[in-house]
């Protein structure tokens, strides 16, 4: 017989501080959540001055902002007489509109948690990963398998095991709000019934001992989903009868109690945070590149930016009172401003070098346009700045590019290849390859150019003779991610 004993066991963990948590959230953060990161910070900390913000010396008072408060527009409007006037409802809509929408996302939400777990740097990544892979509604968009494979091709030196993967997730569910970071199919009812059944696991964890509806509860929604579709209370008591002699000694009203249970739970936990998505929001880019005489250069637009030092006042009085009782406090909000300053023009330096870097791989792009856009990896990126690849990840996510094409998200340029017929001469594309991004580019070109609605085995066959290989199933799926129709539905 085996013998069960303690014993220790060490192991290297680096655990990370909280300075460089600040500096991870800073880097991730696009501008609009920068400056209001930075305003709080201020707010937060009085040895942070603003030296300069050129967004309040532009900023116009808007006629909706006479009226400070909610309270203050409805003393106001008592005074009016035409209380009921398109005019004065027309006021009240600006009014509610100018309020901003202050809500946090789920990501922010959700890494703020994680960033009091004591997770190790390695750890925290993934579980980073898969916070930013959760749509609006705390679903996975990419199954979790798949980001477990990507993260180990890229972090070949830092691997996750499947059962670290798993904790990751399970402690990920287990966050509020609870039951995010569930399913893998696409099936959204089968994602909502994960998601409660994750909900009811933990939140009646407790109850299940003394009330067996809780244990029900549970059950139901894991294993016998088909019962919840029987649109009364009746019909779902007759559901839940027939599948066994436990569940036959069930009343109505205890199917009436397991169902208001039930609904006690949220079948989109995601939906109470405001939508991350840009879809809706100001797009504001943050790196501009230009053209010179000499080629192409990268600067970063710090516009909305404020600028920021450490109070004089605050350094002196630190200085001062080395000896006295507050001298910690004026040390620690200096230390704090001063940490929070690094953080910024960490930031944006390392947001200029990946731009810097992009010009250099993409540079047939800057100069031809998209068709050009070359195949591209982040870790190709990361090892020419000596850089973590997580870093960069994290320098790209919410962040735009402004060029002579457009405005692009700095993602974009991290593309997957696809193999070409013939090798190009191009130093960029010296192996024979095209992006997937481009590839789009050229089906789209190839559809507005031919008078003819060609099919897509006609595009792949096409494409064939400029030099790019690739399958009509292929050619299909990127038709339908640039939404366009099929050949006998265009105009």
Known sequence: MLEQRPYLQQK???VLSQKQ???FKILSMSALDLRSAILTEVEKNPALEIVSDSI??????PKSEKYGTLSSYVRERKKMHSAKSEQASDEYRKFLESIPDNRETLQSHLLEQLAFKGLSERLFNFAEMVVQNL???????????????KYNEENLNEKITDDEADEIIDLIQRLDPIGCAVGSAEDLDAKCFASLSKQAEILFEKQVKYDKCYYYAIDLLKHHR??????SPSGFWSCIKKISSEYATLTLDDAKYILELISTLNPFPGLQFRNADLENQYIFPEVIVKKSETGFSAIVNDDEIPVLRVSKFFERAAIVSKEKSGSNNLKKCVQDAADFINSLNFRKETLLKLASAIIIYQYDFFRKGPKYLSPLSQQDIAEELKLNNST?????????????????EIKYFFSNSIVSKKPLAKKAQSAGNHSKNAVKEFIKDII????KKLSDQKISDELLERGIKISRRTVTKYRNELGIDVSYMRD
Do not use: H, M, T
């Open 12 to 14: 290297q963990s680096l």
């Open 21 to 23: 948590i600040q500096g």
């Open 56 to 61: 309040e010396k532009k900023r116009q008072k």
């Open 135 to 149: 749509d609006k509604r705390g679903f996975n968009i990419v199954a979790v398998s798949e980001l477990l494979s």
């Open 226 to 231: 088909e019962c919840f579709k029987k649109p």
């Open 392 to 408: 960069i990840s994290r320098c790209a996510n919410g962040k735009y590019l402004q060029c002579d094409w457009g405005v692009f």
């Open 448 to 451: 507005q150019e031919s008078g």
